[in-house]
């Protein structure tokens, strides 16, 4: 019987690699963002538990890049109500790059960021769809 790279060396399926790096890479940006000046206040105020929303971020991320079924629903919503602005969208991606980076494969990496890029940009747009008075996105209309 002809068997596998990995199981032949006891390494980890491709697939329990993505799973493993997915929640790495979730764990590594909330550390980030939770000590972030900006992000960090936003987290602690709106984070009650954090090891139950890691999990349900992970399951998120797995479901956008792997195609599971652990998560239903669409984050926006969830978003829509918290005290963030324009400027926390960089950062967010800022950190969530950076931890991509870190901890997932290249092309893995280069998947989550594209769907982290393409998602900021829709949440800034839904949530600031109006363009104010001084030229800078708004939530109501000048």
Request: hydrophobic share 40%; with cysteine; charged share 20%.
């Amino acid at each position: 019987m002809h068997m596998l790279n990995n199981e032949r060396s006891g390494a980890a399926p491709a697939n329990e690699i993505s799973e493993s790096s997915i929640r790495d890479c979730v764990r590594r940006f909330y550390e980030k963002g939770g000590a972030d000046p900006l992000l960090g206040p936003i987290f602690a105020e709106s984070i009650p538990e954090l090891e139950s929303h890691i999990s349900i971020v992970a399951n998120f991320w797995s479901h956008a890049l792997l195609g599971t079924d652990r998560y239903q629903g669409t984050p926006f919503g969830v978003h829509v109500n918290l005290p963030i602005e324009p400027s926390h969208f960089a950062r967010w991606l800022e950190l969530f790059t950076e931890a991509a980076g870190e901890t997932m494969p290249v092309p893995l990496a280069a998947q989550a960021i594209a769907r982290a890029q393409h998602m900021t940009q829709c949440f800034q747009s839904g949530l600031f769809p109006f363009v104010g008075a001084d030229g800078r996105p708004s939530r109501t209309p000048a």
